[in-house]
């Protein structure tokens, strides 16, 4: 069980929330000294910038947009005293890719993991009815024992230098909301909730965990905000009466408000909005409430302009709307945790959610998706560093599912994104890290991994620990592209003939297929990077698709263009958007327009 409660924070009867996002004091350490120079009292300087954001793309200068080490941002925050007696709490919605928290030049906690959130207690350490400091130090350096992986070199002149093993740029600060919280002595710390369909009616299985032994009660209430269902105790079922289920874009959202008792009194009181359904998989089907369900839509990125990788809350919306216009059901969180708001909207939308976190990188190479096919091993699994790595990853897989175990939305976890799946050394790490989830997540949902392209039969060791194999395939891309399609479609046939041949009865999904395609470039007749060829390589990836029936889903890379490391495969970032990076089509959303609105949600069966 983790130290602190990942709920998010809401104010209601018993809790307060004070958003602490806005200007921050803002300094970068070129010294890597800020510690013994005294930061944690005071940062030097004048420089302020936004929170929640990204802090390297406001600026001009290069060395601040490739800085590696630690930045240091400081806030004011007033402590009234009628918190006193309560639990005060700073609550960082993420910091990347690791953080020491400092009160009053006092030091609270260090975390690490740059997607996902922490709380850091400073009941004993703030003043009341006053001003307190905070000070936090974010470093952004890559390595081999957190996730996601890269390295940290030093170039001659001593600069620092992050070189990610992934395909997105290494983003960093505090990149989501920062809120301080005020929650009563006892409290409520977690919940988890299992859901069973009888007939009409659902059974809403529940364990709720509070740091005290006062009496718990539960209320359900349906949209109108009439009663639905009531329990008491700490664990035990709700029934539910005619049950309105969360379907897919037709989502319906129940309000569940669990309360500490002590008599009449609420000692404490939490309200989340929650959503009635089953998920699981049988056979080659994906069971959404019993019925099979087929997956179209996308692998997205937090990102977007100015902001970077900060939650900015119009593109989500923006997205949002695109993904319903282009009839899109579901998209995997790839390669992170993204922002809690983001699953919120999901819930509330119907949209099916692979939740992934930041296992990415777990191969060798800055150019992993290219290298995988020139049969390149990296040994990843056998490093030293791996315990180290592993002890990294069961923490993140902890957090993650603690923090959104409780959204109809997630259908799935991911819990790497093309690992080096070739060497033996791999499998007992899977084996960790699938036990893990499936211990933890009280509803049992599906838990999958992304394959990287030699993850094929004969070389993959890892596919038997998946619920649902998700393939990364590239044919007709960095597989024999342009004039060679045909060539590439008969070799994603011989690979998915492979697959057929070993019959997993499991279902497939492609979590990953797609072409550069430059949003302002038309070619007739085509060429790669034209607008043209996208569709091309469209037409002859969804032929094969629809070849097999035990293909159950489609998520295109990417939603939208997103930034990346410079390099000679990048134009500016990585242009698989079928999106622009300003959320604008490319022809191509067009063509899978056409294909995803005549699509039946049960496709295939
Ligand atoms: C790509 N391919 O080459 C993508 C990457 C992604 O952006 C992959 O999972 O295999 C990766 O991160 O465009």
């Known amino acids: 069980m983790l130290e602190y409660s990942m709920l998010y924070p809401k104010s209601t009867v018993t809790r307060r929330v004070f958003s602490m996002d806005g200007m921050w004091k803002f300094h970068i350490d070129r010294q890597g000294d800020g510690e013994k120079e005294g930061y944690p009292n005071k940062i030097p300087g004048f420089d302020y910038i936004p929170v929640p954001a990204s802090f390297q793309d406001f600026y001009t200068q290069k060395e601040i947009r490739e800085f590696a080490g630690d930045v240091w941002y400081e806030k004011e925050i007033f402590v009234p005293k009628e918190w006193k007696g309560k639990n005060l709490f700073l609550r960082f919605g993420a910091a990347t890719h690791r953080a020491a928290v400092y009160v009053n030049g006092k030091k609270i906690m260090e975390h690490e993991g740059g997607f996902l959130p922490f709380l850091a207690d400073v009941t004993e350490a703030v003043l009341y009815n006053a001003v307190n400091k905070v000070v936090v130090k974010v470093n952004n350096e890559l390595t081999v024992t957190n996730i996601p992986c890269g390295e940290t070199i030093t170039l001659p002149d001593g600069t620092k230098m992050n070189k990610p093993y992934f395909d997105f740029f290494n983003y960093s600060g505090l990149q989501r909301s920062v809120s301080f919280l005020a929650v009563p002595k006892e409290y409520i710390f977690d919940f988890d909730l299992d859901y069973e369909l009888a007939g009409e009616d659902a059974k809403i299985h529940y364990d709720i965990q509070t740091t005290g032994e006062h009496h718990?009660?539960?209320?359900?209430?349906?949209?109108?905000?009439?009663?639905?269902?009531?329990?008491?105790?700490?664990?035990?079922?709700?029934?539910?009466?005619?049950?309105?289920?969360?379907?897919?874009?037709?989502?319906?959202?129940?309000?569940?408000?669990?309360?500490?008792?002590?008599?009449?009194?609420?000692?404490?009181?939490?309200?989340?909005?929650?959503?009635?359904?089953?998920?699981?998989?049988?056979?080659?089907?994906?069971?959404?409430?019993?019925?099979?369900?087929?997956?179209?839509?996308?692998?997205?990125?937090?990102?977007?302009?100015?902001v970077g990788r900060g939650f900015n809350i119009g593109v989500m919306k923006r997205d949002f709307e695109l993904m319903k216009w282009i009839g899109a059901n579901s998209f995997r969180t790839a390669h992170y945790p993204y922002s809690e708001e983001i699953y919120q909207m999901a819930d509330r939308e119907g949209f099916l959610v692979i939740d992934e976190v930041a296992a990415v990188g777990l191969f060798e190479s800055l150019m992993n998706f290219m290298e995988a096919n020139t049969g390149k091993k990296t040994a990843f699994f056998e490093k030293e560093t791996t315990p180290l790595l592993l002890k990294a990853h069961k923490r993140a897989i902890e957090e993650l599912i603690t923090r959104d175990k409780n959204h109809p939305c997630v259908i799935a976890w991911s819990l790497l994104n093309e690992p080096d799946t070739s060497s033996e050394a791999a499998v007992p790490y899977f084996k960790e890290v699938f036990e893990l989830a499936h211990r933890l997540d009280k509803q049992k949902r599906p838990k999958t991994f992304a394959l990287i392209m030699n993850s094929v039969p004969g070389v993959c060791k890892c596919y038997q620990f998946s619920d649902i194999i998700?393939?990364?395939?590239?044919?007709?891309?960095?597989?024999?592209?342009?004039?060679?399609?045909?060539?590439?479609?008969?070799?994603?046939?011989?690979?998915?003939?492979?697959?057929?041949?070993?019959?997993?009865?499991?279902?497939?999904?492609?979590?990953?297929?797609?072409?550069?395609?430059?949003?302002?470039?038309?070619?007739?007749?085509?060429?790669?990077?034209?607008?043209?060829?996208?569709?091309?390589?469209?037409?002859?990836?969804?032929?094969?698709?629809?070849?097999?029936?035990?293909?159950?889903?489609?998520?295109?890379?990417?939603?939208?263009?997103?930034?990346?490391?410079?390099?000679?495969?990048?134009?500016?970032?990585?242009?698989?958007?079928?999106?622009?990076?300003?959320?604008?089509?490319?022809?191509?959303?067009?063509?899978?327009?056409?294909?995803?609105?005549?699509?039946?949600?049960?496709?295939k069966g």
């Open 470 to 603: 998700a393939l990364n395939r590239y044919y007709g891309w960095y597989v024999k592209g342009g004039y060679e399609i045909s060539e590439a479609e008969v070799l994603f046939r011989k690979e998915m003939d492979a697959w057929k041949a070993l019959d997993l009865k499991k279902p497939f999904l492609f979590t990953e297929y797609g072409a550069d395609t430059l949003g302002m470039e038309h070619k007739l007749p085509s060429v790669m990077w034209s607008q043209e060829y996208q569709d091309e390589y469209l037409k002859m990836t969804n032929e094969v698709f629809d070849s097999y029936d035990f293909i159950k889903g489609e998520q295109i890379w990417n939603f939208a263009d997103f930034q990346t490391t410079e390099g000679i495969l990048r134009v500016n970032g990585n242009k698989k958007g079928v999106f622009t990076r300003q959320r604008q089509p490319k022809d191509a959303a067009y063509l899978l327009r056409e294909r995803w609105k005549k699509l039946p949600l049960d496709f």
């Open 216 to 306: 718990v009660r539960l209320l359900l209430l349906d949209e109108e905000g009439k009663q639905a269902a009531q329990a008491e105790g700490k664990s035990g079922i709700m029934e539910v009466k005619n049950a309105r289920l969360w379907q897919v874009r037709q989502a319906y959202l129940y309000r569940l408000i669990i309360r500490i008792y002590d008599g009449e009194t609420i000692l404490d009181e939490y309200v989340q909005e929650i959503g009635i359904r089953t998920i699981k998989v049988e056979g080659t089907s994906i069971l959404l409430n019993g019925k099979p369900i087929y997956l179209r839509g996308f692998g997205k990125h937090e990102d977007s302009d100015i």
